[in-house]
């Protein structure tokens, strides 16, 4: 007879390996908006940074419009966002953008964690937010 196992639920987030004059570390997707917004993209870096923003934006909720308090720091200081690890659809997207912010010699690594690396202030099937213990 064999045994059926659960895969272990586990979490993972990219982010910059520096903090920001904030205090922060941003997170992949801050890293690529801000790409954006400084207008260093190419054509064909903005039509991917455009089109997989818009579905995210689609496939999952924003915690920020579920609770609009989760990335308030006086009341979440150090907020960050983390993806499940079931999270596949969601994950199998985010090696474009890394692909996106090597090309503009943008550091990004990738966190694991076995548990929730803070106290969750939301979740969902997707992802955890959480502030840092």
Known sequence: MALLTTPTLHYIRFQSPTR???GHFPGVF????????DGRLTPEQWSFWRTNNDWYDSAYPDPAKADPAVYDHG?????????????GELLARVPGYLDLLAAHDVACVRLTSPVAPGRIVYEDESQIVVVPA
């Open 20 to 22: 920001s004059p904030r």
């Open 30 to 37: 801050a890293l690529a908006n801000g790409l954006a917004r």
């Open 75 to 87: 009341v979440n200081p150090g907020a960050t966002a983390w993806f499940k690890s079931t999270a």
